[in-house]
């Protein structure tokens, strides 16, 4: 009987020590896959990633270290996700290539729409989205071919078939070659093909929603079954959907490449239409993938705090627009002999105040865990501007997704007095 093993694995937590820890071994060597999330995991990215063993489905959650805690750990990795999609819509420098993977993007009013509490939710309405799409062309695709028969008659009535009335002793027929239209569809083969595999390998095994794709799979194929007669000899596999030749039956107009993308969703693939198709990503089969730094999404949720706060301040933030770079240099008796950057997350800047923060992707339990190297690099950034705001009051501070204590708004050097720092929590 085929079922979903589900893992859960702290950010910082080794994949493998984790495996064996738990003495988790699969059915069939899956180390490439393996190997794939622990690389992700060790370019500080969290993400969920779902292959097939044999006959079951694996699932694994990175989770983010604010949830590693949490009773509902999947429903809230899945919420902070979320802020991915709210802050995309809402600010244009929000990119794209922030959440990769092979689960195509929904726009924001989808995501809404959709109401997902969970990736695999979040899945099935991608799955529902793709068989719409197949819905609605078959309701009107309609197209035929040519069909060539062979018969003999007595009197001529279409074009003659030269080499079997040479070889035919009996003169008394004339064979003949008739040319008939019939309704047919290779797109349409193909997309039966992968409908049936589909139900077969996904939906038995994995979705959990199911009957409401289960309806729409059904509806497609019947419909290719009432216009078109199936082909017994028709043979199409999974792979091929991505060869030059079947590729050339969905160009040309837009709902040809919108039922090619939809085809790509199903079997599972949809990754190949991405221009990155060099990704590691992509020579894993059956394998869903997404990922993200997390670091990166919290950044644009300080950015979001501050902005919505304070309307009326500009804010700098650091590779956006102008960004909030300034270089210093190094010097050798007066002359540069290198050049440094100090780049804050973000700059809030008004007619009368200038705050200066660094957001940082940590959870500070308490004051004495404070990095001494997130100090030093806000009073750098700190030192080197406050020629540049001369006249205003400078307020700089350490902002983290979660404290073990009250934010504290009084904090300094002994020896560098003047370098007065906050620490505040901001909710990921």
Not at 117 to 139: G, S
Not at 236 to 248: E, G, T
Not at 307 to 329: A, R
Not at 406 to 420: A, C, G, N
């Amino acid at each position: 009987m085929a079922e979903a093993r589900t893992f859960y694995i702290a950010e910082n937590e080794n994949l493998f020590i984790f495996l064996d820890r738990a003495q988790i071994s699969f059915s069939s060597p899956k180390w490439k896959q393996l190997a794939f999330i622990s690389a992700k995991k060790s370019n500080n990215q969290i993400g969920y990633f779902q292959f097939k063993d044999g006959d079951n489905f694996i699932k694994f959650f990175i989770i983010p270290k604010i949830h590693e805690a949490s009773k509902t750990k999947e429903k809230d990795f899945f919420a902070y996700l979320s802020r991915f999609y709210e802050l995309k819509n809402k600010y244009s420098g929000v990119n794209s290539a922030t959440v990769e993977g092979n689960i195509l993007d929904l726009s924001f009013d989808d995501f809404n729409k959709a109401k997902s509490e969970t990736i695999e939710d979040y899945i099935n309405n991608k799955y529902v989205f793709a068989l719409k799409t197949l819905d609605k062309f078959f309701r009107k695709h309609s197209t035929t071919r040519i069909k060539k028969s062979g018969y003999s008659a007595q009197s001529v009535s279409n074009k003659l078939d030269l080499s079997r009335n040479i070889r035919e002793l009996d003169k008394t027929n004339v064979h003949q070659i008739r040319r008939e239209k019939e309704l047919f569809s290779e797109i349409a083969q193909i997309s039966e093909q992968v409908l049936k595999q589909f139900k077969f390998e996904k939906v038995k095994h994995f979705i959990s929603a199911k009957d409401e794709i289960i309806q729409l799979s059904n509806g497609v194929i019947n419909q290719i079954k009432k216009r078109y007669k199936s082909e017994l000899t028709f043979n199409f596999k999974d792979r091929q959907i991505i060869s030059n030749r079947i590729r050339k039956l969905f160009k040309g107009k837009k709902e040809l490449q919108e039922v090619y993308n939809a085809l790509l969703i199903l079997i599972g693939l949809e990754h190949f239409q991405s221009e990155a198709s060099s990704k590691e990503i992509l020579k894993l089969e059956n394998m869903l993938a997404l990922f993200f730094n997390p670091a990166d999404l919290y950044e644009w949720i300080v950015y979001d705090d501050f902005k919505t706060k304070n309307p009326d301040s500009v804010i700098h933030k650091d590779k956006l627009g102008h960004g909030s770079s300034k270089n210093y240099s190094l010097l050798e008796s007066g002359v540069e002999v290198q050049k440094f950057y100090s780049r804050p997350d973000l700059i809030l800047e008004s007619e009368s105040d200038v705050i200066i923060i660094d957001a940082k992707w940590k959870i500070l339990e308490k004051l004495s865990e404070l990095s001494f190297s997130d100090i030093a690099k806000l009073g750098r950034d700190h030192a080197i501007r406050k020629k540049d705001f001369e006249g205003k009051s400078i307020r700089n501070i350490l902002v983290y997704p979660k404290l073990g204590f009250v934010s504290i708004h009084d904090l300094s050097l002994d020896y560098d007095p003047e370098f007065v720092f906050e620490v505040m929590e901001i909710k990921a």
